[in-house]
C-alpha cells in the first residue's frame, strides 16, 4: 500500500515535534535577545557614558572673549609678511669678483 505524500510529511513532525518546538523557541530567545540589545541596552550604555562625560566635564564657565583674542593672536603671529624683493639686500654684494682658488 503507498502512502500519501501528506502523510510521509505528517509522520516526519510528528516524530520531530520536540525538536521544531525547541528550534523555534531558541528562535524566538534569539531574536528577542537582539533586540533587547539593540534597543535597550545600548540606549542604557549611551545613557551612562553620558552621564559620566557630565561628571568629568569642567564646571567653570567659557572665556570667549579671551579665546577669540588668545586666537587672533595666534593668527597673527604665524601669518607671513607681505615679501618685498625690492627691500632685500644682495647677498653678493661684497663678494670677491675673483673666484676661490682651487685647492691642490
Do not use: C, W
Not at 11 to 40: N, P, T
Not at 57 to 80: M, N, V
Amino acid at each position: 500500500m503507498s502512502e500519501h505524500p501528506n502523510h510521509t510529511l505528517l509522520e516526519f513532525l510528528r516524530r520531530r515535534h520536540f525538536l521544531i518546538a525547541m528550534s523555534f523557541m531558541a528562535l524566538i530567545l534569539i531574536v528577542e535577545g537582539v533586540f533587547l540589545y539593540q534597543y535597550f541596552y545600548r540606549s542604557l550604555v549611551a545613557t551612562k557614558t553620558l552621564i559620566e562625560l557630565r561628571e568629568q566635564a569642567s564646571l567653570e564657565e567659557l572665556k570667549i572673549p579671551l579665546y577669540t583674542r588668545l586666537l587672533k593672536t595666534y593668527e597673527e603671529k604665524q601669518a607671513l609678511p607681505a615679501l618685498d624683493l625690492k627691500t632685500l639686500r644682495d647677498p653678493f654684494a661684497n663678494a670677491p669678483s675673483s673666484p676661490a682658488s682651487p685647492r691642490g
